[in-house]
């Protein structure tokens, strides 16, 4: 059993930033890769960024430059930072972990609203 945990969202101002952190714990044996990703209203889940145990990353071309993600192998922890945060950036935010094998494992989801 892997239990995933998000923290960080909240409501931000365009412009602002705001950072996101993910937990992963319990029955990790070894973790290939961590990601983001969201769900806006009335739209599919999409990546944002995700990161390889090698710290190989991949973002999404509407955050580029604007997120980083990175992560704590040691504690089995990502994080993104989001800086001038834009209206659409608003979403539920999903933490998603990938173990050997292939299994995913995903946390609850985080509230992000990007709003003035």
């Known amino acids: 059993q892997v239990h995933v945990v998000e923290r960080g969202g909240g409501l931000v101002q365009p412009g602002g930033s705001l950072r996101l952190s993910c937990a992963a714990s319990?029955?990790?044996?070894?973790?290939?890769?961590m990601g983001w990703y969201r769900q806006a209203p009335g739209k599919q889940r999409e990546l944002v960024a995700e990161?390889?145990?090698?710290?190989?990353?991949n973002y999404a071309d509407s955050v580029k430059g604007r997120f980083t993600i990175s992560r704590d192998n040691a504690k089995n922890t990502v994080y993104v930072q989001m800086n001038n945060m834009k209206l659409e950036d608003t979403a539920v935010y999903y933490c998603?972990?990938?173990?050997?094998?292939?299994?995913?494992?995903w946390g609850q989801g985080t509230q992000v609203t990007v709003s003035s």
């Open positions: 319990g029955s990790i044996f070894s973790i290939v890769a």
């Open positions: 998603k972990v990938r173990v050997v094998g292939g299994r995913d494992y």
């Open positions: 990161i390889t145990s090698g710290g190989s990353t």
